[in-house]
């Protein structure tokens, strides 16, 4: 148990529908990240939100969305995604600088 | 940040030591080498990071360079349960974005 939370934690998804994966932490963390690991490939850093303000988008599609509604809570808003976007989702959060960061478990995303 | 080069993978048995390293020869100054390992299909796990000095906690001890040009991350006594992924990282101190590469596949044999 990490104080990460990430729900769900398995999702399969047609092309054409919307959902949403939700990260939570109450570790007092600061920045809040996305990343995404696909079939024996390295993780690749999506987003980065620091105290609730995006400061980084690693050219990422904008049929994936993300919101910090506060310092707390991470979502990444899905729509029209295509079978390759099917991988794990990882959600971490840190106190930002030369500190630790701390992920969830994933999201294990198909889409059919 | 600067980049570090791992091997593709180790073997190790049960109960011996694991030494796994690291390559990071155009590290700065102000850059942190830091270790994290992925056990299959879950998040990535903070180890240990260290500066310059060697460092020793619960998990594993790092042994940098006086260079600190290479690292090696040492599991003292190694179990089943530590087959994983484990990935070097070199971070500035102003950073706060971890970018992983391919990392070391250590298998723990019994």
């Known amino acids: 148990e990490t104080g990460v939370t990430q729900t769900p934690r398995h999702l399969v998804m047609g092309m054409t529908n919307k959902k949403s994966l939700k990260c939570e932490q109450h570790?007092?963390?600061?920045?809040m990240y996305w990343y995404k690991q696909s079939a024996k490939k390295p993780l690749e850093l999506m987003f980065v939100?620091?105290?609730?303000?995006?400061?980084e988008n690693n050219s990422v599609p904008s049929r994936f969305s993300p919101e910090c509604p506060n310092s707390s809570h991470l979502f990444l808003h899905l729509h029209t995604l295509q079978p390759e976007d099917s991988a794990l989702y990882l959600c971490?959060?840190?106190?930002?600088?030369?500190?630790?960061?701390?992920f969830g478990q994933g999201t294990r995303l198909t889409v059919v | 940040d600067a980049k570090t080069t791992q091997p593709t993978s180790m073997d190790c048995a049960e109960g011996r030591a694991a030494n796994l390293p690291c390559n990071h020869s155009?590290?700065?100054?102000?850059?942190?080498v830091y270790w994290y390992r992925q056990i299959h299909s879950q998040g990535p796990q903070y180890i240990i990071h260290?500066?310059?000095n060697n460092e020793t906690n619960e998990m594993a001890s790092l042994i940098i360079t006086e260079d600190r040009k290479s690292s090696t991350l040492i599991l003292p006594h190694a179990t089943l349960r530590d087959t994983a992924v484990y990935y070097c990282?070199?971070?500035?101190?102003?950073?706060?974005?971890?970018?992983f590469g391919e990392g070391t596949q250590l298998t723990v044999n019994p």
């Open positions: 260290g500066l310059k």
């Open positions: 939100y620091n105290f609730k303000e995006q400061t």
């Open positions: 990282i070199v971070l500035e101190t102003s950073g706060s974005r971890l970018t």
């Open positions: 570790l007092g963390h600061n920045a």
């Open positions: 155009t590290i700065s100054g102000n850059e942190y």
């Open positions: 971490a959060s840190s106190l930002g600088g030369n500190t630790e960061a701390f």
